[in-house]
Each structure stands twice: as structure tokens, then as C-alpha cells.
């Protein structure tokens, strides 16, 4: 059904938009096939990609994924600019405020609000795309309940969202693998969404080999998100144990100085495999409460339930803030909390924005970050 609703809303947003830029070249009539046959081209260029991909040869396939992914900038930000301008015209045929010369030269001004449109998306992502790549350190300094852990410090680092595909590739990899390694960390968290493509095709291109390059005293500690479960999760859950990490999938690791990590599978399972995650109470049967816990749950849904169990500190991802302005309105009112650092009782709660991104590689409403946690055991 999401993915009905998904193809229904995009169809008519471009219909929209496609009519409206159909409008603007009125003046030049014989662009008319040019533009029908690249805007159905950009416009769909992602879902064939993902529609054909076993299908498609690799060089076609990292295109047209590229493409469709960057016009999902172009058509957020198309359709408020077409929005406003249609908002403005059914104004002014109540109030008549806008000067008569625009009516008297009508279809050049609608050709040069076009061009002027087409400008600013691209200025648009070209300065969301170099906010993507500016890669982020935030450092917090987080106390945590010593209990009986024998533990005083901790130099954590965490990660998420890193969505591996051939857009998100080895090049971005280097670059955070690298940035992780400068911090002497001691253990490192990533809390869902390693992937963003089907095993395969991350295997086929070498994308992620770098992942073995982290180097933590303690490891690294994953738990899964929406997009293992959507890029298949046997396959995503192979091409993560490559790398040796610890997969935490409703289960619990304790480390011998005395630390107990709790890696939930992302809410999202059920509707891919028809089965129910664990609940947290079921996880913790087995843990030792005397030492602090850390949770790893990639959607900050229900933040209540860490609070309940008595948990130290759960680490999330997932939201990116909205990732493209104005979206992260929407993911604020959705999640309690859409970025950032929340407490509840005794309970921390930090929720990342992410590494990397979903489709396009252009930020406009977050960072790109890799969040250094210096624990303190009190």
C-alpha cells in the first residue's frame, strides 16, 4: 500500500509539474518534443533503475539511479515554486496587484520565470550537495550511571544512515571510515540503514570494503534499519557480517568491564516478513541490569519504552531531519525527537541526522554527521 500511495502521489506531482513547465515553453513550440521525452526520462529514470536493475547494465543502472535520485531535489522544490506562483496568480485574479505588462508580454514572462526556476533548483542542489560532502564531528559529552561497571570513560562514536549504493559509494566510505578512525575511538555504534541497495549490487561494485578499515577497541556494534529490511534482509544481513561486526538483531552483548548493548531489529520488520520484532522487556530477560545500557534502535518511534526499561542511553537514526528543507517540519511533527539530544527521567536519547542520504546527495535541511559521544560513568 506505501508503495501504491508512493506512485500515485509522485505520478501527479509531476503530471503537475510537467503541465505547468509545458506551459512556460508555450513561446517556443519546437521544444515541445524535447522536453516531453527528457522530462519522462528524469522523471522516471529512478524507478526503472530499480524496477530493471538485474537487468541493466551497471553503467546504466548507476545513471539512471543518479538521475532519478537528484530529480527528486528537482521536484520537492519545483512543485513549492509552482505552487507559490499558482498561489499568487489565483490572488491576483481577485485582487488584480501584479502590473498589466506581465499579461501584455505573458508567455515571455512565463519562459523566463521558468529559466529563472531552473536556475535556482540547480543552485539549489549545487550547495546542497557541497553541504552533504562537508562531513561534520559533533562531540557530546554524555554522563552516564556507573552502576557496578568497572568502566569510567568511554570514546564512542556514532554513526547512521550511511545508505551504501553506487551513489553512496567507496569514495564517501573512505572519507567517514577515515574521519572515525581520527577520533582513537574505543567503540563504535551505528544504528541502522548500512545499505540502500540490494547486497549484490554493493558486492558487484566493491562498496563497502573500507568498512573493515574501522579500528575500535571494543568493535562495532550494528543494528539494522528500514533499508536491510527493504533491500532484502538474508542478503543485507550477510554483507554486513563480512565485516565483523557485531549485528545485533534483538539481542544483547555485554562487555566484560561491564557494559550491556542492546541491538533491536527496526520497527519496520513486520512489514517485510510478517514477523514481529522482540519487545524490549523479552531482549532484557537476559541482560545484567547492574551495568549501564545502551540501546540501538535505528526509528525513534515510542521513545517511552527505553524510559520504561530503565535504559541509560538509546542511540537512533532514520529521520535525517527531513534531509531536504522544508521536510524536516514534517519529520519534527512526526518524532518526538526528529534530531538531537533528548532526555527523558533517567534516560538519554540521541538521535543522528545521519552520514548519508537517501537518494539524492544533497542536504538542505541537516548535516552530514559523525557524532563523538564522551561517556563519563558517574
Known sequence: MFFVIFFVLFTLVNYYIFIRGYE?????PQLDFIYIILFLILSFSFLIAKIFEKRLPKTLYNFLLETGSYWFVVMLYSFIIIVFLDVIRILNSFLSFLPASIYNNYNEIKLIIGAVTVLIILLIIFLGYRNTENIKIKTLNLPLRK????LKKLNAVLVSDIHLSPLNNERLLKKIVGKINGLNTDIVFIAGDIVDDHSKILEDRNIGVSLKGIQSKYGVFVSTGNHEFINGIKGSVEYINKFGFHLLRDEIHQLPEGLTIIGRDDSSKKSFTKEDRKSLEEILKTANKNYPLILLDHTPFKLEQAEKNDIDLQLSGH?????????????SMIYEKSWGYLKRGVTQYYVSCGVGTWGPKVRTGSISEIVNLKITFE
Open 24 to 28: 512556460a515553453l508555450a513561446i517556443v
Open 319 to 331: 529521520t535525517h531531519h527531513g534531509q531536504l528543507f522544508p521536510l524536516n517540519f514534517i519529520t
Open 147 to 150: 552502576k557496578n561497571s568497572s
